[in-house]
């Protein structure tokens, strides 16, 4: 499955962006879907994940109550809307696909993902 992700730029603190994903050449809806982000000179970090269906969502203590994650099956796409940003929320953003076989952790860290998407900076000014 091929992953593109958009919708990054810069933004002041206390603002608004909404990323997208969008996913061809694979059954988008058998893939777990996530975000993940790296910031310079830190490792790629876990930032939301959402299940097959939408229904469930687990997002990383960082993000709890700014950021949501959803999905649409028609569409095959994934969306982060990020809101209240804060200048540590810098960083290149990328969408990641799995297909559920992760175990315990790994399903929240990049050795669990089985596809990536080129990232998209997002930046947030102070």
């Known amino acids: 499955v091929q992953l593109q992700a958009s919708g990054g730029g810069l933004v002041q603190a206390g603002g608004s962006l909404r990323l997208s994903c969008a996913a061809s050449g694979g059954t988008f809806s058998s893939y777990y879907m996530g975000w993940f982000r790296q910031a310079p000179g830190k490792e790629r970090e876990f930032v939301t994940r959402i299940s097959r269906s939408g229904g469930t969502t687990y997002n990383a203590d960082s993000v709890k109550g700014r950021f949501t994650i959803s999905r649409d099956n028609v569409k095959n796409t994934v969306y982060l809307q990020m809101n209240s940003l804060k200048p540590e929320d810098t960083a290149v953003y990328y969408c990641?696909?799995?297909?559920?076989?992760?175990?315990?952790?790994?399903?929240?860290?990049?050795?669990?993902?089985?596809?990536w998407g080129k990232g998209t900076q997002v930046t947030v000014s102070s």
């Open positions: 990641a696909a799995d297909l559920g076989h992760c175990k315990g952790y790994r399903c929240y860290d990049e050795s669990g993902m089985d596809y």
